[in-house]
């Protein structure tokens, strides 16, 4: 099983995510981690990529396609994996095309999870997080079940992220529009994306992930 999920600022990608890992028992693969893990590994690419992080510049293209290359290396990922966040433009698309063909390896599929943009606005600009524990709360659909203290850990500190306000996602927003919603027809011409109601509850997209998966 080997997917690629799309989908704008706010669809769910990370949620499903997770609830894929727990099904299929495979790894979710986010180019921060992967670097994160290149970098504490001490290996030539990682020390590639903390000179350029160190100096505070982003990571180019070739570095990231060489640690995604080798991360897709480590036995975990035999069975499968979800890359997440990755790839954001055409140009790494075609570096993934290129990187799966040279371990012989082919994607299962391409999901795409749609929802509209006001509804995205709403959930980015609503999201905040207990300080303590980080659980991931919303002011309209997910709050704690008394008001002000965590669920988890009891904590009455919360912080919302000062880039979620509707001004900025929409802005983010236009962003994926512009860089990363080209993948889409990339993927619809090789017969690989599929798309799912990212605007139904959280069981009922996992739901139908899942459908989609088993009818491959």
Do not use: W
Not at 35 to 61: C, W
Not at 104 to 125: A, F, G, P, Q, Y
């Amino acid at each position: 099983m080997r997917l690629i999920l799309l989908g704008p600022p706010g669809a769910g990608k990370g949620t499903q995510a997770h609830r894929l890992v727990e099904k299929y028992d495979i790894p979710q693969l986010s180019t921060g981690d992967m670097l994160r893990a290149a970098v504490a590994a001490g290996s030539e690419i990682g020390l590639r990529a903390k000179v350029v992080m160190d100096a505070g510049k982003l990571v180019s293209d070739e570095i990231v396609n060489a640690i995604v290359s080798e991360r897709l290396d480590q036995p975990d990922c035999r069975h499968g994996f979800i890359l997440d966040g990755y790839p954001r433009t055409l140009v790494q698309a075609d570096a993934v095309t290129s990187i799966l063909a040279s371990k012989h390896m082919n994607l299962t599929c391409v999901i795409e999870i749609k929802v509209e943009d006001d509804v995205l606005v709403d959930r980015i600009s609503g999201r905040y997080t207990c300080a303590n524990c980080g659980a991931g709360y919303h002011d309209v659909n997910l709050k704690p079940a008394q008001e002000g203290i965590c669920d988890k850990c009891g904590s009455t500190e919360f912080t919302r992220r000062a880039d979620d306000n509707a001004e900025t996602v929409r802005a983010r927003l236009q962003a994926y529009y512009k860089e990363t919603s080209p993948l889409l027809g990339y993927y619809y011409a090789k017969g690989l994306l599929k798309s799912v109601d990212g605007m139904a509850d959280i069981d009922t997209v996992t739901a139908e992930i899942e459908a989609l998966l088993e009818s491959l």
